[in-house]
């Protein structure tokens, strides 16, 4: 599976972005899609994931710093999952990652050392 981020950019706060992650090589209808993200000088955390349940829903996880602004959605037609933000705020600069997995369950959709397949990253600035 190759991943491919677009959509970053240098925006002011309060102000929205939609990131994209298109998928090739293979239907990430099933896969865990994630997205993470590294602030200049910290580790990369976790931000949003969406998930297929056994009923063939999606389930949405978010990291609390984004919870209400952010959202995480799929078009399995295009092979794509979007991170739209909104109400950005200066602590969301960072690079922005997409990351996808087959057999990722549970708890495991925070921990970035069980994603398999990574995306090139996308960079989010937001000045105040």
């Known amino acids: 599976v190759q991943l491919q981020a677009s959509g970053g950019g240098s925006v002011q706060a309060g102000d929205s972005l939609r990131l994209s992650c298109a998928a090739s090589?293979?239907?990430?209808?099933?896969?865990?899609m994630s997205w993470f993200r590294q602030a200049p000088g910290k580790e990369r955390e976790f931000v949003a994931a969406?998930?297929?349940?056994?009923?063939?829903?999606?389930?949405?996880y978010y990291a609390d710093s984004v919870k209400g602004r952010f959202t995480i959605s799929r078009d399995n037609a295009k092979n794509t999952v979007y991170l739209q933000m909104n109400s950005l705020k200066p602590e969301d600069t960072a690079v922005y990652y997409c990351?996808?997995?087959?057999?990722?369950?549970?708890?495991?959709?925070?921990?970035?050392?069980?994603?398999?397949?990574w995306g090139q990253g996308t960079k989010v600035t937001v000045s105040s």
């Open positions: 090589g293979r239907t990430v209808t099933t896969y865990a």
């Open positions: 990351a996808a997995d087959r057999d990722i369950k549970g708890s495991d959709v925070y921990k970035e050392d069980k994603y398999l397949y």
């Open positions: 969406s998930t297929r349940s056994l009923w063939s829903t999606y389930n949405t």
